[in-house]
């Protein structure tokens, strides 16, 4: 069965510096999506991406922050200078055409120290 | 604004025992309703989803979960949990179609004793 993955699983780093965390989704969908969960607490929504643009944003995803898909299966998530509050589990998504059925990545941890 | 509740945060129950998991939803058009559980430190795993047909709908893990739209509800149910189930449990609605983002409850932790 088709699945999203995500690396690394878990990434320590220093404040200030820049992180890349990296997804693969499902080959034949057009959407993707990135949310984080900070310990203890929700799933936030962070971006979605479709057509090489963003769709949608949400007010966690400053300056910050971007994505990209670099190549036909990679989509990115930068982070161009880490802040403790940062630290969270990071989830890439996808969904296909149709109904709006996102398959979520095992995440990624992310420390910043 | 879509918006999820889960009032219960902690829910303990005794192995055999049934669950009942509250999910209350606030969305302006037909939702799409999910349900995901979640291990210590693990992803999202999906245990079912709802958009249409019977409002009973059947998952993995033998999770059930009945919309009721007149009461903005989506509860999971199980008639009989096991020490496996210990898992943070959240709820999700979103659009049916397009890419628009989920909106998570902020979860109940189910612990099981013995």
């Known amino acids: 069965e088709p699945e999203v993955t995500q690396t690394p699983s878990h990434q320590v780093t220093q404040m200030g510096q820049e992180v890349i965390l990296r997804c693969v989704p499902i080959?034949?969908?057009?959407?993707f999506y990135w949310y984080r969960q900070i310990l203890g607490q929700k799933v936030e929504f962070l971006v979605s991406?479709?057509?090489?643009?963003?769709?949608?944003k949400s007010e966690i995803f400053d300056d910050q922050f971007s994505v990209e898909r670099p190549d036909g299966s990679n989509f990115t998530l930068k982070i161009r200078s880490t802040k403790l509050e940062d630290s969270a589990m990071y989830f890439c998504?996808?969904?296909?055409?149709?109904?709006?059925?996102?398959?979520f990545g095992p995440g990624t941890r992310l420390t910043v120290l | 604004a879509q918006s999820v509740t889960q009032p219960d945060i902690h829910i303990t129950v005794s192995e055999g025992a049934s669950l009942e998991l509250r999910c209350n939803y606030s969305?302006?058009?037909?939702?799409?309703l999910f349900w995901y559980v979640q291990s210590p430190g693990q992803g999202l795993q999906l245990l079912l989803k709802?958009?249409?047909?019977?409002?009973l709908v059947q998952g993995i893990k033998g999770f059930e979960a009945e919309f009721k739209r007149s009461q903005s509800s989506f509860n999971l149910r199980k008639p009989s949990v096991h020490w496996s189930d210990a898992a943070e449990y959240f709820c999700?609605?979103?659009?049916?179609?397009?890419?628009?983002?989920?909106?998570f409850g902020t979860g109940t932790r189910l612990t099981i004793i013995p």
């Open positions: 969305y302006g058009a037909t939702p799409y």
């Open positions: 999700a609605v979103g659009a049916i179609f397009g890419n628009e983002k989920l909106t």
């Open positions: 991406f479709y057509n090489n643009e963003i769709s949608e």
């Open positions: 709802y958009f249409s047909g019977d409002t």
């Open positions: 998504a996808s969904s296909g055409t149709g109904v709006n059925e996102q398959f």
């Open positions: 080959s034949n969908h057009l959407y």
